[in-house]
């Protein structure tokens, strides 16, 4: 299942045509007449979505949220974990962050890559565990 804010859901299909393949996609918007192009789930409350995730807890479904900035905000403190990756670029045109990781969070895994003839830039995989969710 797949969490995301109703610009990210158009940046998606406005770059690749379609929403992402095969996983539930589930777009917050506060639009009550917004209808997606595509079998797509609209939810319009951070609430309802919290609802819907607690009926997934015993299932092989995974969670992931998408973005874009307020709703990776709303939905960290709900996460187990948070898969950044870093490229080595700066762009002049963002406008739209990730928040910042507090010390509830820990690096549990990183891996550094070098640019390549695939990749511009260095780029780092870093996965950190929210201390406060360790059973
Ligand atoms: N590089 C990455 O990894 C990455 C990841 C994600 C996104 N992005 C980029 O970031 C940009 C979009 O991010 P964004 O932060 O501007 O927008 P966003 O979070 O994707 O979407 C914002 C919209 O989500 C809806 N929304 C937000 N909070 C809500 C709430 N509490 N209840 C109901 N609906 C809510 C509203 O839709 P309505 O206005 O329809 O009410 C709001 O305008 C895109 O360019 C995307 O490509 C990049």
């Known amino acids: ?14 770059m690749t045509g379609k929403p992402l ?9 506060r639009d009550q007449n917004f209808k997606p ?5 609209v939810y ?4 309802e979505v919290l609802k819907l995730i607690q009926g997934q807890v015993n299932t092989e479904e995974e969670v992931m949220v998408i973005g874009g900035s307020m ?3 709303a939905f960290l403190p709900y996460a187990d974990k948070v898969y ?4 080595d670029s700066v762009s002049k045109e963002a406008d739209s ?9 820990k690096v549990a895994n990183q891996q550094h890559n070098e640019a390549d003839e695939k990749n511009k830039y260095n780029y780092s995989f870093l996965t950190f565990e ?3 969710r360790q059973k």
């Open 84 to 87: 950044l990756t870093i490229v």
């Open 1 to 14: 299942m797949c969490i995301q804010g109703r610009s990210t859901y158009e940046s998606i299909i406005s």
């Open 97 to 105: 962050y990730f928040p910042m990781l507090d010390d509830h969070w």
């Open 44 to 47: 319009h409350s951070i609430e």
């Open 37 to 41: 192009d595509y079998s797509s789930f």
């Open 71 to 73: 709703i990776y905000k």
């Open 21 to 29: 393949q095969n996983r539930r996609n589930i777009i917050l918007t």
């Open 130 to 132: 929210n201390k406060c």
